[in-house]
């Protein structure tokens, strides 16, 4: 193992150490884990060989590590939010077209559930660097590019890691809305991804729907690009599109009206029979995104995003909470939604463009796309683009209790059976 070793002149290398890690004894199990940030969330990687392949185990083993269910998951590396509540896995993949495979988790907060709807295209940032770090994938300098298969989605993303001293580098700078520091820019190309879960980018076969919320008829928009998001206008269910999280997660009436419009979703889908199932059964996929026209606004940071900065105003919620940044397949999904003429989200940009800036409570997220039309006129992704981060914070193991292993265990095949 590998340990950066700070000489006294205050020159750094890399020297070899046994690792020396405590065993945990017969009450906790270690589990070997890279604790990364990736863009603006943050988890833990491990390699799918570290976990057993049992669902129900291995959804115990993330949910115990995590700390979960408990609100403020004080006994586990989870931070009491869904953007730090996040798990991926990697192996090394046996596909022509892929370098690597990665699984998404949404470990649940307050409640035991484990999810694996969607992606993630924060987390989906570091996995580059954590097939690097464990050796998955040949290095190269001063770049690397690894081919990522999203078995959630199953696509192919490609990212071009910036490669430093043999490994991924974090330095640079590329800055982030809702990262407090730059970084070293890495460079997601989700190719064509429409289709995530339903196979087609308009799973209606529609640009956009009437659906009823409370006696009212409102237009939507369910596009399934990277993963698949439903985007409503905050006027119409009585919002202005510039809420901070704060406020939209105290204000009941607009979240309960998100989750009725993420409900329709998710039963057109074929998630749910019944969408007042959708919360309890399918809390991660579909998710939905409040949109509105360009207007000024205070980030979360104080400083002011002026209307002219952006092209749309964005609000998303992630497992029913307001997210305090943009989740990138949520910008991906959204740019590719500017494409798609007679869309809620086209209505309100109002221009074709190659690069769409998204106002979201951090700041501004720019995503680049290229689409084309087929002879019959059908709308094809070429590819859609984003410059994202990440670090390792911390390498070792996670030390898991085993007794609450066993008991999640038990509950979710009771929840199943």
């Known amino acids: 193992m590998a340990l950066l070793s700070v000489q006294p002149d205050g020159d750094s290398h890399i020297r070899d150490v046994p690792p020396v890690y405590f065993t945990g004894g017969s009450e906790q199990i270690p589990i070997r884990c890279a604790f990364m940030r990736g863009g603006s969330s943050r988890g833990g990687f491990f390699l799918a060989d570290d976990l057993p392949e049992d669902e129900a185990e291995r959804h115990a083993i993330l949910l115990a590590a995590y700390g979960s269910p408990d609100e403020r998951q004080i006994d586990g590396i989870g931070g009491s939010d869904p953007l730090t509540s ?47 770090l464990r050796g998955l994938v040949p290095v190269t300098e001063p770049e690397t590019i690894v081919r ?34 730059p970084g070293a820019a890495i460079r997601l190309d989700f190719g064509d991804c429409s289709g995530a879960v339903s196979g087609r980018l308009l799973p209606t076969g529609n640009a956009r729907d009437e659906i009823e919320i409370e ?15 439903v985007f409503v206008r905050a006027d119409d269910i ?11 997660r105290s204000n009941l009436e607009i979240m309960q009206r998100l989750e009725q419009v993420r409900s329709w979703a998710a039963k057109v889908l074929g998630l749910v029979q019944d969408a007042t199932q959708a919360q309890a059964v399918s809390p991660n996929i579909p998710r939905v995104m409040m ?20 092209d749309i105003c964005v609000r998303q919620l992630a497992m029913q ?4 940044a943009l989740a ?23 221009k074709a463009s190659n690069e769409v800036r998204l106002g979201h409570p951090s700041g501004v997220l720019r995503v680049a796309s290229k689409t084309s039309r087929t002879s019959a006129g059908q ?28 008991q999640l265990r038990d509950t979710l095949r009771g929840l199943e059976a």
Do not use: W
């Open 238 to 248: 009585g919002a202005t599109g510039i809420e901070t999280p704060e406020v939209l």
């Open 148 to 181: 990522i298969y999203t078995t959630n989605t199953r696509q192919v993303i490609t990212a071009r890691i910036p490669i430093r001293d043999g490994i991924a580098g974090c330095e640079g700078d590329c800055a982030i809305a809702g990262v407090p520091d």
């Open 291 to 310: 949109i509105a026209p360009p207007t000024s606004y205070p980030a979360v940071s104080g400083n002011l995003v002026a209307a002219s900065d952006v």
């Open 321 to 324: 909470r307001p997210h305090k």
């Open 86 to 132: 996040k798990a991926a896995v990697v192996a090394k993949s046996s596909r022509s077209d892929a370098d690597v495979e990665y699984t998404f988790y949404q470990v649940g907060i307050d409640r035991p559930t484990v999810s694996t709807g969607g992606n993630c295209g924060n987390m989906l940032a570091a996995v580059g660097p954590f097939a690097i």
């Open 379 to 406: 709308l094809v992704i070429e590819s859609a683009q984003i410059e994202r981060t990440a670090r390792l914070i911390m390498d070792g193991t996670v030390l898991v209790r085993r007794r609450k292993i066993e």
């Open 328 to 350: 990138v397949t949520g910008a991906v999904c959204a740019a590719v939604a500017c494409a798609v003429p007679s869309s809620v989200v086209a209505e309100i940009v109002g």
């Open 215 to 229: 006696g009212n008829r409102i237009s939507v928009s369910l596009i399934d690009a990277a993963t698949p998001f």
